[in-house]
T-cell receptor, first 113, second 117 residues
Framework: DAGITQSPRHKVTETGTPVTLRCHQT?????MYWYRQDPGHGLRLIHY???????DKGEVSDGYSVSRSKTEDFLLTLESATSSQTSVYFC????????????FGPGTRLTVL | RKEVEQDPGPFNVPEGATVAFNCTYS??????FFWYRQDCRKEPKLLMS???SGNEDGRFTAQLNRASQYISLLIRDSKLSDSATYLC??????????????????FGKGTHLIIQP
């Protein structure tokens, strides 16, 4: 157990509404990541953070923003949700090891109608 | 060429058999390699890291061939509980500001394994 929680676990929303997903970790890890998983695709990196207020884009960042105001929380925001953002979102932390082993939260299942 | 490629399966294997998966990756600068396991509607869980010399963890053996850019996973004496999707995962540096190591992982689409009684 890597001490990662995500909230909400499930959400249904409508197109055009803003949505914020939260990832919370209890072990003071520096690096945190947001991925999405869709049928027919591997997990894809959306954004990541390498410290408080330090974030960078991943491969599928369009339509998403992130914030990290404290070590334990990494927020993912969909400013105006679209149906193409229906997905399962996973947060991950990087362990302290040299290999970039990552451990995942339980996921948030988001449906945009 | 896709960055990490796996046979999606499904592999239907009788209990007790040995099964092997391969995975190829495109970026020769890749630095670290992993196998994750994912059960249906659950998060990926690290099964094992893959070392250059190969490594074994109980019934599981992982091999890395850097020259040919492929990774393998061997499961011996398969159990019903081994039924899952196995994800081949590679890390290579992509960031600009952070340099290597801090960036996200690149995942294959997974190989679906079904162990049959």
């Amino acid at each position: 157990d890597a001490g990662i929680t995500q909230s909400p676990r499930h959400k249904v929303t409508e197109t055009g509404t803003p949505v914020t997903l939260r990832c919370h970790q209890t072990e003071n890890h520096r690096y945190m990541y947001w991925y999405r998983q869709d049928p027919g695709h591997g997990l894809r990196l959306i954004h990541y953070s390498y410290g408080v207020k330090d974030t960078d884009k991943g491969e599928v960042s369009d339509g998403y923003s992130v914030s990290r105001s404290k070590t334990e929380d990494f927020l993912l925001t969909l400013e105006s949700a679209t149906s193409s953002q229906t997905s399962v979102y996973f947060c991950a932390i990087r362990s302290g090891g040299p290999l970039n082993e990552q451990f995942f939260g339980p996921g948030t299942r988001l449906t945009v109608l | 060429r896709k960055e990490v490629e796996q046979d999606p399966g499904p592999f239907n294997v009788p209990e007790g058999a040995t099964v092997a998966f391969n995975c190829t990756y495109s970026n020769s600068a890749s630095q670290s390699f992993f196998w994750y396991r994912q059960d249906c509607r659950k998060e990926p869980k690290l099964l094992m890291s893959v070392y250059s010399s190969g490594n074994e963890d109980g019934r599981f053996t992982a091999q890395l061939n850097r020259a040919s850019q492929y990774i393998s996973l061997l499961i011996r004496d398969s159990k019903l509980s081994d039924s899952a999707t196995y994800l081949c995962v590679v890390n290579f540096p992509r960031g600009i500001r952070t340099g290597g190591g801090a960036d996200g992982l690149t995942f294959g689409k997974g190989t679906h394994l079904i162990i049959q009684p």
